[in-house]
């Protein structure tokens, strides 16, 4: 079974923590993506990656940064937790640029205290 | 700037009646549509696409209508069951774009029994 798999289920980090997402995909896809949901604000796009060491900023960069060293690994980093960084993140991978349709990690909800 | 929206935040229905969600689009670049459907600690997954060539897409109880003009697509549910209780999220994707799709805020589906 395919899947997108996302290291942590809940997180609980302290404010100014380093704090490190990770996401690993086994559909060999090109393409990943990191999203944030809130309420009232839906997916909101924050970095995403069309290759390996290629990375490109979404909506809402900010306080946000990225690595993909592998092609199955996607990591999304928080420079310095902030409580407003407190939200429900999303992984998710596509093949290609004519593939229709993303495969979503279960996400992580990550609380900042 | 919302290019996908979805203007309804939440909805309820009685179980065994036709559930309606709404989506506007103001790009005329989207090429295809989709709908993703959310439950709480889960990824969203896919649900039901439309490419802009059509008008209406139907698969089991889940039929999505494009009404190209008025930029507008609605997902229809029919008869709704207590398991669709979800949030339920609108994606247009413009053909070729390496961020792919554009999500709406979604709308959370209530099915009472």
């Known amino acids: 079974d395919v899947k997108v798999t996302q290291s942590s289920r809940y997180l609980v980090k302290r404010t100014g923590e380093k704090v490190f997402l990770e996401c690993v995909q086994d559909?060999?896809?090109?393409?990943m993506f990191w999203y944030r949901q809130d309420p009232g604000l839906g997916l909101r796009l924050i970095y995403f990656s069309y290759d390996v060491k290629m990375k490109e900023k979404g909506d809402i960069p900010e306080g946000y940064s990225v690595s993909r060293e592998k092609k199955e690994r996607f990591s999304l980093i928080l420079e310095s937790a902030s409580t407003n960084q407190t939200s429900m993140y999303l992984c998710?991978?596509?093949?290609?640029?004519?593939?229709?349709?993303?495969?979503f990690g279960s996400g992580t909800r990550l609380t900042v205290v | 700037d919302q290019q996908v929206k979805q203007n309804s935040p939440s909805l309820s229905v009685q179980e065994g009646r036709i559930s309606i969600l709404n989506c506007d689009y103001t790009?005329?670049?989207?090429?295809?549509f989709l709908w993703y459907k959310k439950y709480p600690a889960e990824g969203p997954t896919f649900l039901i696409s439309i490419s802009s060539i059509k008008d209406k897409n139907e698969d089991g109880r889940f039929t999505v209508f494009l009404n190209k003009s008025a930029k507008h697509l609605s997902l229809h549910i029919v008869p709704s069951q207590p398991g669709d209780s979800a949030v339920y999220f609108c994606a247009a994707r413009i053909s070729g774009s390496a961020r792919q799709l554009t999500f709406g805020s979604g709308t959370q589906l209530t099915v009472l029994p």
């Open positions: 559909m060999d896809h090109e393409n």
């Open positions: 790009n005329s670049m989207f090429d295809y």
């Open positions: 998710a991978s596509s093949s290609g640029t004519r593939n229709i349709g993303y495969t």
